[in-house]
């Protein structure tokens, strides 16, 4: 089972809305192909979050949202149901972050790295760089509320599960501002004997309720996902933000919640099922 969102958001249009739920899809059959090989959840999610990056009306990879400079300084994060993670924070010139922040879960003793030091591990792992001006999109450039910040969160045939998170941040940011797509318990989390998760909105919210953990914690009673989601998703008025979150457990039922007006989303099931939504 894979679930992949492409943001909680509020402004854009209806047409804007529904392109955004077919690039969801498309990220979520490219994932799921992927577990129907018996691949990994954590290939799975790499996988489909990869697909997003590279699609440019996404908030994260190329299209991501520019900051106060004008600049993409972007954050992204993996977690396997192991609890082995990676993450990057504030990258620039980078194309995938998600597959960064791999790299630093499989080939690195740490957990974050953050801008130029993240540059460095990605030089000494032979990761491309690419011109960071293309990564600017011309709906960036004019600032338009950008569509939100991708994610993923799987569960492989061997009941593994996995969740990847990667954002530009919000517009406008300051230089150096990290939100919460690359701190695990966050944006991020996963734990095999619990669930996955990952999260997109404010991101200065979610960081102070841990919304990823929270959400995850809620699954060890067996609660049902879309209640524990919609209940944590709750949490995030008493911290003045918005936000969503799409939600696996351990069994593959998943569930999710937002409190914007809309959050993108597609997912595809065991059996080839598959669903998608924006409202
Ligand atoms: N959570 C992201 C951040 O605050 C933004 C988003 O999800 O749209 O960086």
């Given at each position: 089972?894979?679930?992949?969102?492409?943001?909680?958001?509020e402004?854009?249009?209806?047409?804007?809305?529904?392109?955004?739920?077919?690039?969801?899809?498309?990220?979520?059959?490219?994932?799921?192909?992927?577990?129907?090989?018996?691949?990994?959840?954590?290939?799975?999610?790499?996988?489909?979050?990869?697909?997003?990056?590279?699609?440019?009306?996404?908030?994260?990879?190329?299209?991501?949202?520019?900051?106060?400079?004008?600049?993409?300084?972007?954050?992204?994060?993996?977690?396997?149901?192991?609890?082995?993670?990676?993450?990057v924070?504030?990258?620039?010139g980078?194309?995938?972050?998600?597959?960064?922040?791999?790299?630093?879960?499989?080939?690195?003793?740490?957990?974050?790295?953050?801008?130029?030091?993240?540059?460095?591990?990605a030089?000494?792992?032979?990761?491309?760089?690419?011109?960071?001006?293309?990564?600017?999109?011309?709906r960036?450039?004019?600032?338009?509320?950008?569509?939100?910040?991708?994610?993923?969160?799987?569960?492989?045939?061997?009941?593994?599960?996995?969740?990847?998170?990667?954002?530009?941040?919000?517009?406008?940011?300051?230089?150096?501002?990290?939100?919460?797509?690359?701190?695990?318990?966050?944006?991020?989390?996963?734990?095999?004997?619990?669930?996955?998760?990952?999260?997109?909105?404010?991101?200065?919210?979610?960081?102070?309720?841990?919304?990823?953990?929270?959400?995850?914690?809620?699954?060890?009673?067996?609660?049902?996902?879309?209640?524990?989601?919609?209940?944590?998703?709750a949490t995030?008025?008493?911290?003045?933000?918005?936000?969503?979150?799409?939600?696996?457990?351990?069994?593959?039922?998943?569930?999710?919640?937002?409190?914007?007006k809309?959050?993108?989303r597609?997912?595809?099931?065991?059996?080839?099922?598959?669903?998608?939504?924006?409202?």
């Open positions: 089972v894979i679930v992949v969102h492409g943001g909680a958001g402004r854009h249009a209806d047409d804007n809305a529904r392109q955004a739920q077919g690039g969801c899809l498309v990220a979520a059959r490219a994932g799921h192909a992927v577990l129907e090989k018996g691949g990994s959840a954590l290939d799975a999610v790499v996988a489909a979050v990869t697909v997003l990056e590279n699609d440019p009306q996404f908030n994260a990879g190329r299209g991501s949202a520019l900051n106060a400079d004008g600049e993409v300084e972007m954050d992204a994060s993996v977690m396997t149901g192991d609890l082995q993670a990676g993450a924070a504030a990258v620039k980078i194309a995938n972050p998600v597959q960064l922040a791999r790299l630093v879960m499989e080939k690195s003793k740490h957990v974050l790295f953050s801008a130029e030091g993240a540059h460095r591990f030089r000494a792992h032979g990761v491309p760089f690419v011109d960071p001006a293309s990564l600017i999109t011309e960036a450039r004019k600032r338009l509320a950008s569509l939100g910040t991708v994610g993923a969160v799987a569960r492989d045939k061997q009941g593994r599960l996995a969740a990847a998170t990667s954002t530009g941040g919000t517009t406008g940011k300051r230089p150096g501002r990290v939100g919460d797509t690359p701190l695990i318990g966050c944006g991020t989390y996963a734990d095999d004997e619990a669930g996955a998760c990952s999260c997109t909105g404010l991101g200065e919210a979610i960081i102070k309720v841990t919304l990823a953990r929270a959400a995850v914690d809620r699954l060890r009673s067996g609660e049902d996902p879309n209640a524990a989601a919609a209940a944590v998703a995030l008025a008493r911290a003045k933000g918005d936000g969503g979150l799409i939600l696996i457990d351990a069994k593959g039922r998943f569930g999710l919640a937002f409190t914007t809309r959050m993108s597609a997912w595809v099931s065991s059996d080839g099922s598959f669903g998608s939504g924006f409202d």
